[in-house]
């Protein structure tokens, strides 16, 4: 799992690219933790090139969700495969998509 | 609704009284209206009758006296040229005739001019008779009503009554007739006297009345016989009857008081209406008493249908409350089953529940002690917590245990329920169960035979009781029958039961037509019960479940199998075994990846859990499918853990609401078709399926 993060417009975009697995969970959570200081910015995932997800990861961009002090998280052209996982978990409620 | 209600019951009750006052009252009426004509009729009949009796009494002696004094017509005129002779013919009439007191054959006077004055009288005195002379300057015969008037009349002639002063003071009367000369002249007139003392006690010997007189009077309406004055009321009402006596002119009435006559009906009239008023007022106190019982007999039965009607919709949500989807060989292939529950009243404490979750098919029968609403209470209790207990344990004994904690803390009426919980597996047939007091079931398969049971003692009893476990295989075709006692105990007419024995029959019978499908069985048994009740009131709940295993074990193939450390970083192995199976399968990628998804969240639960921190342990993972499915089953040698009891995520909830963690069987349960833990042989097993 390969995370990238820039900023762009204005935006923390964090490109992650690869499968989100277990397996990757703790070194991508770590590589993330930049987002958590974004003083206001907002916070984009763009998830074009993530493959795959597994609860691990969900939990992951759910405690970004959690954790920021009132910027917008938004995530970014998920595929086909990764919103079936999010709607079987309802989390496609709880982020917004660009 | 009293106001309205007395109104709707006094209305008729006062018309049943105005009714039957009414055809009293007319009834008395007309009776007594006719009673007294009729009284009256008789009372005049008899008076006329007593009249005539006494008319011809009269008469008999009138015409005495009238005799007496014609007889002696002849020769008193023939006397009237013999000096002295006259006293003569006065006597004899006197002598001959015991009514005459007195007779006098008097001179018309000049007629003999040696005596112009002459009227000698024979009267009775004592026995003997003694003349006297009635000429005298005092009395003036000539100008006696019974000379002069006989002389006008010229023909016999009856005087007026008096009182002979002279003779006692006693009331007289007096017949006489003119006599006739050889010429054709009047010349003397011949009398006789007629005391009438005889006539008032004639007259006043009335048989018919006590308080009746007679009064008769003279031509000229002189009193002659009347009542004596103390008899006479000047204001009583009284009836009179009369008749005249002919020749003397008297009239002779019959006075009857109206009392007399009356009286007695005037009595029986008297009672009478006293007699009806008590009646009716009888009546009334009836009425009202009868009209205080309606309404409060009306008050019971509006209760009572008001506890009816409840009781009805008591029983509907009861029936409602029981599982109705019953699992058919059509929905599933695995087992079949089947309940019926007749409650012996409204709402019964029979129960049955039964539920499929994780491939294991829990179901329980059990019996509240007691009948009725209290029974049908504790029995939805009993059932509800079944229900909440067993969502997080699947160990029979362990959820009888803990049911028994919450029934029999909470039981203060010391009611309790026998409770028979079963656990089959459906995946293997293996049946756990728990027995708490209740009848063992019928095992109907290679033969029919009971399961063995523990006797346990039923739950809500003591609240430290610790149940036992029982397992049994159960083979493809075997039905488990379970029952209460309400089928055992099943009463005839006779009060004979159904027993244990016709239970085995019917089974028995089923058994050997092949016939021992859940509805079937059922069928056949509720047939012979009814059959054998007949007519008899059903005397306790009526309870059956059966439960078929059915499964036909498919032929399996082994496809793969890996083993892993509990290490999350050898995920990707896992990754690339499960790629391997899905080919293997003909899985499409986007199903592919979900069983990987599936795969990696069952198997690191396994890996966070199954080992104590710090401790390696092995999981293997074997792959295998059978024509219909693809079975993955998860194996560890860790402590005992059963991912499939914890709770299911709420995916409703916010951000803020969602606890971070217990995701992952979420998942495996959205993506797999089945999931299944097993702990067998001190190893966790859990199996993921899903269909091709």
Redesign the interface.
Same mark, same amino acid.
């Given at each position: 799992m390969q995370v990238t993060i820039q900023e762009q417009d204005g935006n923390m975009i964090a490109t992650l690219e690869g499968r989100l697995d277990t397996a990757a969970a703790p070194e991508t959570e770590k590589a993330m933790s930049p987002l958590l200081d974004c003083e206001g910015k907002d916070i984009i995932i763009d998830c074009t090139k993530m493959e795959y997800i597994s609860s691990s990861g969900l939990r992951i961009f759910l405690s970004i969700m959690k954790n920021t002090n009132g910027s917008h998280v938004y995530i970014r052209n998920i595929t086909d495969d990764v919103r079936a996982v999010f709607v079987m978990t309802g989390f496609i409620h709880l982020f917004e998509f660009k | 609704m009293t106001k309205e209600f007395f109104k709707q019951v006094a209305k008729p009750g006062f018309m049943l009284i105005i009714v039957a006052a009414l055809t009293l009252g007319v009834s008395s009426f007309i009776q007594s209206y006719f009673s007294v004509k009729g009284i009256k009729n008789g009372a005049m009949l008899r008076a006329e009758g007593q009249l005539e009796f006494d008319r011809l009494r009269i008469m008999d002696v009138v015409n005495q006296a009238e005799a007496a004094v014609r007889n002696s017509v002849w020769i008193a005129s023939w006397c009237l040229n013999v000096p002295d002779s006259q006293q003569v013919v006065a006597r004899r009439v006197v002598e001959d005739n015991p009514i005459v007191v007195g007779s006098t054959l008097a001179l018309v006077p000049g007629y003999d001019p040696k005596h112009p004055l002459s009227a000698p009288y024979a009267c009775r005195e004592g026995d003997k008779i003694v003349i006297k002379s009635l000429a005298t300057e005092e009395y003036d015969y000539p100008s006696q009503e019974w000379f002069a008037k006989a002389i006008e009349a010229g023909e016999g002639y009856w005087s007026e009554p008096y009182i002979d002063e002279g003779g006692g003071n006693i009331l007289m009367t007096t017949y006489s007739v003119p006599i006739k000369d050889k010429n054709g002249q009047i010349a003397a007139v011949l009398t006789a006297d007629l005391s009438l003392d005889w006539l008032a006690q004639l007259a006043n010997n009335i048989l018919v009345y006590d308080n009746a007189y007679s009064v008769v009077l003279s031509r000229q309406g002189k009193m002659m016989v009347g009542p004596k004055n103390e008899d006479q009321n000047e204001n009583e009402k009284v009836q009179t009857y009369t008749t005249k006596v002919e020749r003397t002119g008297w009239t002779l009435s019959i006075v009857i008081p109206d009392d007399e006559i009356f009286g007695g009906i005037r009595r029986v009239v008297g009672m009478v209406t006293i007699l009806q008023l008590l009646g009716i007022g009888m009546l009334i106190l009836i009425l009202r008493f009868v009209a205080k019982n309606q309404m409060k007999y009306n008050e019971i039965n509006e209760k009572k249908a008001a506890i009816e009607s409840e009781l009805h919709i008591a029983s509907a949500i009861q029936k409602g409350m029981l599982p109705k989807n019953f699992p058919t060989s059509a929905q599933r292939d695995d087992v079949t089953l089947y309940a019926s529950l007749t409650p012996a009243k409204d709402v019964g404490g029979d129960l049955f529940d039964f539920y499929i979750r994780d491939e294991k098919l829990f179901f329980c029968i059990g019996d509240v002690s007691g009948k009725g609403v209290p029974a049908s209470l504790f029995m939805a209790v009993t059932r509800s917590i079944f229900r909440t207990v067993s969502a997080h344990e699947s160990m029979p004994d362990r959820i009888m245990t803990e049911m028994n904690k919450t029934i029999a803390d909470m039981n203060e009426t010391s009611m309790f329920v026998t409770l028979f919980v079963g656990v089959l597996d459906l995946p293997t047939g293996r049946l756990r169960y728990c027995n708490a007091g209740h009848d063992a079931p019928l095992l109907v398969g290679a033969g029919v035979g009971l399961l063995p049971c523990d006797s346990n003692i039923p739950v809500g009893v003591k609240a430290s009781w610790k149940y036992t476990l029982q397992e049994a295989p159960l083979f493809p075709g075997t039905t488990i029958f379970l029952y209460t006692d309400g089928l055992t105990e099943a009463e005839d007419v006779s009060h004979a039961q159904f027993q244990m024995q016709r239970i085995n029959d019917v089974a028995v019978q089923a058994l050997a037509g092949q016939k021992h499908e859940p509805q079937q069985l059922i069928d056949m048994m509720t047939n012979a019960v009814h059959r054998f009740v007949g007519n008899a009131e059903q005397s306790d709940d009526l309870t059956m479940m059966a439960v078929q295993y059915t499964k036909q074990q498919r032929d399996v193939r082994l496809l793969k199998s890996i083993v892993l450390n509990n290490d =999350?970083?050898?995920?990707?192995q896992l @990754?690339a075994f499960v790629d391997e199976v899905c080919e293997a399968v003909g899985f499409n990628p @986007?199903v592919t990846?979900?069983m990987?998804?599936a795969l990696?969240?069952a198997v690191?639960n396994v890996m966070n859990y199954a080992y104590p921190p710090g401790i390696r342990g092995k999981v293997t993972i074997d792959a295998s499918a059978n024509d219909v499915r693809l079975k993955f089953t998860i194996i560890d040698r860790g402590r005992p853990f059963d991912p499939t009891v914890q709770a299911d995520?709420d995916?409703?909830?916010?951000?803020?609401e969602?606890p971070? #963690?217990g995701? #992952?069987i979420? =998942?495996v349960r959205? =993506?797999m078709d089945s999931i299944n833990y097993e702990r067998i042989d001190g190893q966790n097993v859990l199996t993921l399926r899903k269909k091709l």
């Open positions: - | =999350i970083q050898e995920v990707p @990754a @986007a990846m979900q990987n998804l990696e969240e690191v995520v995916t409703t909830l916010s951000v803020k969602r971070i #963690g995701l #992952g979420h =998942i959205q =993506i």
